[in-house]
């Protein structure tokens, strides 16, 4: 496996379910992000680590539950979401923060019914 | 509000002939900027970025346009080909130490055989 893989690429779950988005980069990067980008909207960041301590948390309902056991794996845990929380949910990575351009997962698609 | 604004959602050019993407942002701390590439069902691709110290910067046929006192940036593709239909993602991102990239909502481009 080369670059960012994520899985599943597609989920569909109920309101009560709960369930759990798996990243894993493969390019020996210290950040990994998670983003959310609803349908004409732009990526919005949702969580950095670094390292595997996270560093950023913009705002994110406490229903998304992110998970970093170390800097090649990165999970979001999903519980009790909203139909609002259907998107699509992209893992990236970088060498580091900054200025390094960040390495996009191909995503998954999320509904939430 | 948003502080990276690309105010087109869709663009159609002929094959061989000059792709303009355009691009304006808000925040004055941005000082790196950059380009992404998304075909459906993948994740975002980084394309090429440009230093805020710069005004230009060539890879192959893209090259990116930087005018720090219009706060605006360009993407040119020449000759554009019919693999460079895409979405086109303008970010920026505000210095060391933070994480963050801020996204615009996307270019779609068709190139037109």
């Known amino acids: 496996e080369t670059g960012v893989t994520q899985t599943p690429r597609h989920l569909v779950m109920g309101m009560t379910n709960k369930k759990s988005l798996k990243c894993e980069q493969h390019?020996?990067?210290?950040?990994m992000y998670w983003y959310k980008q609803s349908a004409k909207k732009p990526l919005e960041l949702m969580f950095v680590?670094?390292?595997?301590?996270?560093?950023e948390n913009n705002s994110v309902p406490s229903r998304f539950s992110p998970e970093c056991p170390n800097s090649s794996h990165l999970f979001l845990h999903l519980h009790t979401l909203q139909p609002e929380d259907s998107a699509l949910y992209l893992c990236?990575?970088?060498?580091?923060?900054?200025?390094?351009?960040?390495?996009f997962g191909p995503g998954t698609r999320l509904t939430v019914t | 509000d948003q502080q990276v604004k690309q105010n087109s959602p869709s663009l159609s050019v002929q094959e061989g002939r000059i792709s303009i993407l355009n691009c304006d942002y808000t925040?004055?701390?941005?000082?790196?900027f950059l380009w992404y590439k998304k075909y459906p069902a993948e994740g975002p691709t980084f394309l090429i970025s440009?230093?805020?110290?710069?005004d230009k910067n060539e890879d192959g046929r893209f090259t990116v346009f930087l005018n720090k006192s219009a706060k605006h940036l360009s993407l040119h593709i020449v000759p554009s080909q019919p693999g460079d239909s895409a979405v086109y993602f303008c970010?920026?991102?505000?210095?060391?130490?933070?994480?963050?990239?801020?996204f615009g909502k996307g270019t779609k481009l068709s190139v037109i055989p």
């Open positions: 990236a990575s970088s060498q580091d923060g900054g200025r390094y351009e960040q390495y």
């Open positions: 390019l020996g990067h210290n950040a």
């Open positions: 680590y670094n390292f595997k301590e996270q560093t």
């Open positions: 925040n004055s701390m941005f000082d790196y």
């Open positions: 440009i230093s805020s110290i710069k």
């Open positions: 970010a920026a991102h505000s210095g060391a130490g933070s994480y963050q990239l801020t």
